[in-house]
Every structure is written in C-alpha cells, then in structure tokens.
C-alpha cells in the first residue's frame, strides 16, 4: 500500500514532442505528490509538485496532471527539448511523517 | 558551496575493507537520509534520521550503518564491503512539512 508504481521505465520522445510519465498510489493518506529531475552525474532535484485540492499544476512547459479518484498522477513535458533528457521520479508522502515514498524512475530521451 | 556535501566523489575499495561516506547540509534541516541508486531500481532508502537522536532502518539497511554526528552531519559506513555494494550513494535532506528533498552529487563507490 506505501508503493508508488511509475512507467514507463524508458521513454524516447522527439523533439518538439510531448512527454508523458505515469505514476499511481494506493494509499489515500497520500496527500503531496512532487517530480524530480536527476540529470546524469548529478542528485535529484525538485522540478513541480501538487496537492490533492487541484487537478492540475503547470510550471512552463511542465504540468502535473492528478486524478484523485482513479489514484493517479502524470507529468507532462510540452515541446520536449533535448535538454529535459534526464530521469524523473514521481513520489508522494502524507502528513503522517512527510517521508516520500518514491516510484522507479523513467529514462527520457529527447531525440534532435 | 553547495547545501549538501558528500564526500568522497568516487571511491574504488577492496572486498572486506570499511569505508565512510560523508553528509554535511547548510539547510538547516533535522532530516537527513541515505539513498542507494542502481540502474533500473531507482532509489532506495539505507537509513533515515529525523534529528540527532532519532535514527531508523530503511529497506535495504543490511550491511551498512549510520552515525548522526550533528545536525548538518550524517555518514554512511559499509563495515566490510562487498562488490554487490557497488553502487551511487546519494545523501538528502528535508525540513518537517511539506517540500523538497535537496540531495548531495552523490558518491560513486565501487567495490572490487
């Protein structure tokens, strides 16, 4: 039930193309849901997050997409660059003791 | 400088040796944790501390332990390596609440 399941594992994309990463929960305590970007060589870091209040967060060309219902949540890159090349984590944590319970990661590849 | 430091970078030890790994944040965070990251598995918790007197196992615990100097300070000790250790050692910090992780450039340990 603390699982986060994320796919895909591997993802290419064109250039100028829309990305698309998946994740689902089981447990309804989950009440904060953030992606990060790992660039190769590098930790982590926090690109956008979303609380259950609103269906959907967008930060340029980046929008979390939340279904409260069906227990999902998607990241989505518009006009996907070769620099988004990275890998991206979906997690989640509830205020129980705001520890993230994190999904498998995706590889993005953006092709020229 | 950084918010989260590990040292070493890269480290090429022996089977059976002991070897540290360093944390230190200037976020001022109580929470610090140890992530162990192998292609194809994402992120998986070693050990977690929620301030200098509260440490907890995470899943994969076995064959490591930490130490919570201080605040800012928190390592990671492999007591005898093994080549299955082999692996990218990130640190990560976190306030109470809601909000990001910050994690450290990671450590890349190899063990032969």
């Known amino acids: 039930q603390q699982q986060v399941k994320q796919s895909p594992q591997s993802l290419i994309v064109q250039k100028g193309g829309i990305s698309i990463i998946n994740c689902a929960y089981e447990?309804?305590?989950?009440?904060?849901f953030p992606w990060y970007q790992q660039f190769p060589g590098k930790g982590p870091a926090l690109l956008i997050a979303i609380r259950p209040d609103v269906s959907e967060k967008k930060e340029g060309r980046f929008t979390i997409s939340f279904n409260k219902s069906a227990k999902q949540f998607s990241l989505h890159i518009m006009d996907s660059q070769p620099g988004d090349s990275a890998t991206y984590f979906c997690a989640a944590s509830s205020e129980s003791n705001y520890q993230l319970i994190w999904g498998a990661g995706t590889k993005l590849i953006i092709k020229p | 400088d950084a918010d989260v430091t590990q040292t070493p970078r890269n480290r090429i030890t022996k089977t059976g040796k002991r070897i540290m790994l360093e944390c230190s944040q200037t976020?001022?965070?109580?929470?610090m944790y140890w992530y162990r990251q192998d292609p194809g598995l994402g992120l998986r918790l070693i050990y977690y501390s929620f301030d200098v007197k509260d440490i907890n196992k995470g899943e994969i615990s076995d064959g490591y332990s930490v130490s919570r100097q201080a605040q800012a300070k928190f390592s990671l000790s492999l007591e005898s390596a093994i080549p299955n250790q082999t692996a990218l050692y990130f640190c990560?910090?976190?306030?109470?609440?809601?909000?990001?992780?910050?994690f450290g450039s990671g450590t890349r340990l190899t063990v032969v």
């Open positions: 976020k001022g965070h109580d929470r």
């Open positions: 990560a910090t976190s306030a109470e609440g809601y909000g990001g992780y910050t």
């Open positions: 447990n309804t305590a989950f009440d904060y």
